[in-house]
């Protein structure tokens, strides 16, 4: 009997170690197809998220070409903006001067006018005040000197007018043109005072625009070299916002000569000329379009 017990335990114990056995086997074949399952979508994501990097990096340096691009054509644009700017204060400057030369030997012509309608030979040589009646040899001598001096400015103001000219023309088409047509303006607009004041301005053009960016500085320049201030005098920048007020409301010359004479005395009716015929020179430009 105890033989039997003793070998129905140990036949339970082996059932039992085999029944273990199936179990553990069975367990460890599963864990490891989750370990390989996990592997394997490691292995996925590994490669999903190789092939995003390259692709952002590739985004990434197309956007960097791109804003090259952006940036260098900017850069282009604005370079061909400063160059046209400047070629356009320059045709802008010559022309005021061209107004300036023309203004002042209006100025000398009427002043020499008025001198040798009172100019009486006789009495000069009797008074004997001029060099000329005083000593001709000599005066003769001074006035060559004189002469040759002012012909030797004249030359060279004369190049000086060809390289700017040159300059002016050379960097783009249509500034010949363009130059062209602002000399034969300034030509057409008389300098006489009594024909330029009679000229018909075109208002339409004279916009607060016109008035703020050229006309109002070219009063308070105008104003400076008259009143030999700066341009942020008080009493400059006073002066200067009656003439620009009195331009805005279109009113005659003739009664801003007869405001001003009281501070510039006999300089009110040149200095009105110049600004009316700097009023006249915009105004045309802008109907004309060649500004």
């Known amino acids: ?38 592997a394997g979508d490691d292995d996925d994501e590994k490669v999903v998220s190789l092939e995003l990097e390259e692709e952002w990096e590739k985004e990434r340096a197309r956007s960097k070409r791109h804003k090259r691009y952006i940036l260098a054509a900017e850069e282009r ?6 160059k046209q700017n400047e070629r356009g204060d320059r045709i802008k400057w010559n022309a005021m001067r061209d107004l300036d030369e023309a203004e002042e030997k209006q100025h000398q012509r009427d002043a020499m006018s008025v001198m040798l309608s ?57 500034t010949t043109e363009r130059r062209d047509l602002i000399e034969a303006l ?19 053009q004279v916009n607060d625009t016109l008035i703020k960016s050229k006309i109002e500085p070219a009063v308070r320049k105008r104003l400076a070299e008259y009143l030999g201030g700066e341009g942020d005098d008080s009493s400059v920048s006073e002066l200067a916002e009656y003439v620009v007020a009195h331009i805005r409301e279109h009113k005659p010359p003739q009664e801003l000569i007869d405001e001003l004479e009281m501070v ?28």
């Open 264 to 291: 510039l005395v006999e300089e009110a009716p040149t200095f009105v000329a110049r600004i009316w015929r700097f009023v006249v020179y915009e105004s045309e430009a802008h109907a004309r379009n060649v500004t």
């Open 77 to 82: 644009e604005q370079q061909t903006i400063a």
């Open 118 to 174: 009172k100019w009486d030979d006789v009495q000069q040589a009797q008074m004997g005040e001029h060099g000329y009646y005083r000593d001709r040899q000599r005066w003769w001598r001074h006035r060559k000197v004189e002469r040759a001096r002012e012909l030797e400015l004249d030359d060279a103001d004369r190049r000086q007018q060809e390289r700017e000219t040159c300059a002016s023309e050379k960097p783009a088409t249509g």
């Open 186 to 204: 300034i030509k057409e607009i008389p300098s006489d005072p009594k024909a330029l004041f009679e000229w018909p301005v075109k208002w339409e």
């Open 1 to 38: 009997l105890e033989a039997a017990v003793i070998e129905t335990s140990q036949t339970d114990e082996a059932k039992d170690e085999g029944e273990a056995k199936n179990d553990d086997g069975t367990d460890n074949t599963n864990e490891n197809a989750a370990v390989n399952a996990e």
